[in-house]
């Protein structure tokens, strides 16, 4: 009776320390749960004071002619607004410490250059460098991969980087009017995300060939670079995004027949042209008129007779915008064997003849028009 007295009291306290050990095993799995929480919202919270300690630096209209030494850490500026100040450069130090910073504004001071270490900004979005003395970018600038917008008008840049056109793959805004560029690189017909190109008010010659590849430009501004730009490349007419192209006050004799298979094309700008093709009273006639004439260009034997057009026409009916004829239902313009169009008279179109009325302060400031 003993030993099974024993052989009880052993089994009955048993039970319990198995039921001890259950508990503690449950309690560790809540334990260890709380804590994986507790370190979850430990790095949320974290998170969220990073951003907060993000921050926008104004110091724009402070007549600065240096910048002062910063009194907080460089990598917690998220925007830095310096413009309309009298800097003459940016610290390399000073920028290479700007890790976070996705938004610089130097606009309206006296920079003729910018520093190397713009490279170090992999964060950058907006970049505002216009109205000042600048000659050219640092190539560095093309490690700046996250540039959405980049304003450089009112320089005096004569180049852009050679192959920035590789590097700046999100770059959608490009504005480099009122420099002194020649030509732009013929990179920059690898902007593919590009919707804006505005390089009015240079020396432009001529754009690169390669255009097709601008697959989601919207807008394309190469107006007012006068007696330099006499032509357009037939690439442009592949712009299946584009809806307002500006090529007005130019020396620009005849518009790539191409353009009429611009369908999306709402806004063409053709005033201060010497133009032959289309004719003035073509032209006269609005934009849906002017691309009647050109795809019929476009269609005659004699504008297909070289290779080289040959080719440009499959381009165009393999993305769908030539067919070969025209099936809008619009009456077909007619010249030089057609009917003759009812002549209008209009101000600020250059006859073909016309070319140095385009240089007239009234004519380049005055108004433009434009017809969709």
């Not at 800097?87 to 610089?104: G, K, M």
């Not at 920079?111 to 270490?117: A, E, K, W």
Request: net charge positive.
């Amino acid at each position: 009776m003993m030993y099974e007295h024993t052989h009880n009291h052993l089994v009955h306290h048993q039970q319990p320390v198995t039921m001890t050990m259950d508990t503690m095993k449950m309690d560790m799995i809540r334990r260890n749960k709380r804590e994986r929480n507790k370190e979850s919202n430990n790095n949320n919270n974290n998170n969220e004071d990073n951003n907060n300690k993000l921050r926008t630096v104004d110091l724009s209209c402070m007549s600065l002619e240096s910048l002062p030494i910063p009194s907080l850490d460089l990598a917690t500026i998220s925007k830095l607004d310096l413009s309309n100040n009298n800097l003459q450069n940016i610290p390399e130090s000073l920028t290479a410490r700007l890790l976070n910073l996705t938004v610089l504004d130097v606009h309206s001071n006296q920079l003729r250059s910018l520093p190397n270490s713009i490279g170090c900004l992999s964060k950058l979005k907006i970049l505002n460098v216009s109205a000042n003395f600048i000659q050219s970018l640092p190539q560095t600038i093309e490690n700046c991969r996250a540039l959405e917008e980049l304003n450089a008008n009112f320089n005096k840049l004569s180049k852009l980087p050679d192959t920035i056109g590789f590097e700046l793959i999100n770059l959608q805004k490009l504005s480099v009017n009122s420099n002194q560029l020649v030509f732009l690189p013929s990179s920059t017909s690898h902007l593919m995300a590009l919707k804006v190109l505005d390089a009015r008010l240079n020396c432009l010659r001529s754009l690169p060939e390669d255009l097709e590849n601008l697959v989601n430009l919207e807008t394309l501004n190469v107006s007012q670079n006068f007696r330099y730009l006499d032509t357009l490349p037939y690439s442009i007419g592949l712009l299946l995004s584009l809806t307002e192209l500006d090529v007005s006050y130019n020396n620009i004799k005849t518009l790539p027949n191409s353009i009429g298979c611009l369908q999306k094309l709402q806004k063409l700008c053709v005033d201060g042209n010497p133009l032959a093709s289309p004719p003035l009273e073509v032209v006269e006639q609005g934009l849906n008129v002017v691309k009647e004439f050109l795809c019929h260009k476009m269609n005659s034997s004699g504008d297909q007779s070289s290779k080289k057009k040959k080719s440009w026409v499959k381009n165009f009916v393999k993305c769908g915008t030539f067919q070969g004829r025209i099936n809008s239902g619009m009456k077909r313009p007619q010249h030089d064997g057609f009917t003759k169009l009812k002549h209008q008279s209009i101000d600020g179109l250059a006859s073909p003849g016309g070319f140095m009325g385009m240089l007239s302060p009234l004519r380049i400031f005055s108004p433009r028009r434009s017809f969709s």
